[in-house]
């Protein structure tokens, strides 16, 4: 069993920075990819950014790309989301998510584990 746990959102401007956190418990976190997902009112979530096991892969949604950043470290059980210019469009709640397995997947049902979410709302 792993449990993950969120923090980090807030309530920011455009053009703000916030840098999402997602401790994980348990012995195969060095094992499991991890990836951040949101999903904004009357949407389906979608995949944010995801790394590999080890930390040497990473994939970024378009939308993203060139803003976020997403990183781990495997001593700490914890992943980061770092968020920079921020967005009206980028307000939802940020999930955390593990997979029990090395390889990154951009699909929701490629993981096992799921966080509690944190709201991130950016005002314009």
């Known amino acids: 069993q792993v449990q993950l746990v969120e923090s980090g959102g807030g309530l920011v401007q455009a053009g703000d920075s916030l840098r999402l956190s997602c401790a994980a418990s348990?012995?195969?976190?060095?094992?499991?990819?991890m990836g951040w997902f949101r999903q904004a009112p009357g949407k389906e979530r979608e995949i944010v950014a995801a790394?590999?096991?080890?930390?040497?892969?990473?994939h970024y949604a378009d939308s993203v790309k060139g803003r976020f950043t997403i990183s781990r470290d495997n001593a700490k059980n914890t992943v980061y989301l770092q968020m920079n210019s921020l967005k009206p469009d980028d307000t939802a709640v940020y999930y955390c998510?593990?997979?029990?397995?090395?390889?990154?997947?951009?699909?929701?049902?490629?993981?096992?584990?799921w966080g509690q979410g944190t709201q991130v709302t950016v005002s314009s």
């Open positions: 348990g012995r195969t976190f060095s094992n499991s990819a």
């Open positions: 998510a593990a997979r029990l397995n090395i390889y990154i997947s951009t699909t929701t049902t490629g993981y096992d584990y």
């Open positions: 790394i590999s096991a080890r930390g040497g892969l990473t």
